[in-house]
């Protein structure tokens, strides 16, 4: 049986920014994240991540671009002893009306799809109600991370007692690999 987690990317896993993560030099990891990674694959984890990278279609950057972030990222978590078994994106404008940006469920069908099991209970990590709409879809135990802009999701008028709320990755992987 495979135990899955599944990140965010944006806001988890490194910095974001409302000009969109553009370059290798613009993604900046989030202290103790690349760390984190490597913890919860050391403990048996495999890990994906689904992130939502509209600024393709808003042609801020390319997909070659979008490989050389991912590219920074996974040799960052290699340095650190970890790896991260696939990463799945949604390149689409939020206008498109695709079936994969999130809170829409497509990239995590694939997911399971790739790793051949249920989504049921697998921890998705996130910064954004986008994130725990999508992870309440598809029956993932949404967990929101105070960083990035968690600070906007938590002001929403919306019911949480689902959702495992935590500082950061770091303190995630804490609770989990404990």
């Keep these: 049986m495979v135990k899955l987690i599944i990140l965010d990317r944006d806001g988890v896993i490194n910095c974001d920014s409302d000009d969109f993560i553009k370059s290798p030099d613009e993604w900046l990891p989030i202290d103790g ?11 048996g984890f495999t890990i994906a991540v689904a992130t939502n990278q509209s ?12 490989d050389a972030i991912h590219q920074k990222m996974l040799s960052l978590v290699e ?14 404008h939020p206008d498109d009306g695709c079936g994969c940006r999130k809170p829409r469920t497509g990239m995590f069908l694939k997911i ?10 697998v921890p998705y990590v ?3 109600y986008s994130d725990i709409q999508a ?3 598809v029956g993932c135990q949404p967990v ?5 802009y968690a600070k906007h999701t938590l002001a929403l008028s919306e019911n949480f007692d689902d959702v495992l709320i935590v500082d950061d990755l770091a303190s995630f992987v804490d609770s989990v690999t404990a």
């Design 33 to 43: 994240s690349i760390e984190a990674i490597a913890r919860l694959k050391k403990a």
């Design 55 to 66: 600024g393709i279609a808003r042609g801020l950057y390319d997909e070659v671009m979008l």
């Design 79 to 92: 340095v650190a002893g970890g790896s991260i078994d696939a990463i799945f994106y949604c390149p689409h």
């Design 112 to 121: 399971a799809e790739q790793f051949n099991c249920s989504l049921t209970n």
């Design 126 to 128: 996130g910064d954004k």
């Design 135 to 137: 992870a309440r879809a």
């Design 144 to 148: 929101l991370v105070r960083t990035g």
